[in-house]
């Protein structure tokens, strides 16, 4: 009998431990927003909301140019400090390369935070448009 009672005693002391919040000890707490956790875990890739605001960007400016290509063809060439004569999606797509580099070139040498060289991205997208 005193194991029956011994036993009883033992299996309802998790049951009561779980009705105490113990059973949530290793569970992380909900936070805020999170810029590097996927959108959709279920998926091929991962989908952050810093990946999907690069993708969306990219193909906005790839929109823009194709309407105005539309309204104004020929790609208003010219030739810029580069040497190099440039339709606007040639300049798009220097920028592009410009900022992976900048980026890259960054994370190798100073690593986190982003901002400084979203910055000078900015700032080379710009001068590419304006003199290249």
């Known amino acids: 009998m005193r194991r029956l009672a011994a036993l009883v ?3 309802a002391g998790p049951a009561a431990a779980q009705t ?3 059973g949530n000890l290793g569970k ?3 936070k805020g927003f999170d810029w590097t956790a996927p959108l959709w875990p279920e998926l091929w ?3 952050t909301p810093a990946t999907l605001a690069v993708f969306v960007g990219i193909f906005a ?3 823009v ?3 105005l290509e539309i309204r104004h063809p020929g790609g208003a060439e010219r030739r810029g400090v580069l040497g190099l004569t440039t339709t606007r999606g ?3 797509f220097i920028s592009l390369l410009g900022t992976v580099y900048i980026f890259l070139l960054w994370l190798a040498f100073f690593g986190m935070p982003l ?3 979203l910055g000078l991205a900015i700032l080379w997208g710009v001068f590419c448009f304006w003199k290249v």
């Open 9 to 11: 005693l033992l299996a």
């Open 20 to 22: 105490q919040g113990w």
């Open 28 to 30: 992380q707490e909900p």
């Open 45 to 47: 890739m991962a989908w």
């Open 61 to 63: 400016a790839m929109g």
């Open 65 to 67: 140019l194709t309407v």
């Open 90 to 92: 040639d300049r798009l």
């Open 115 to 117: 901002w400084v060289p």
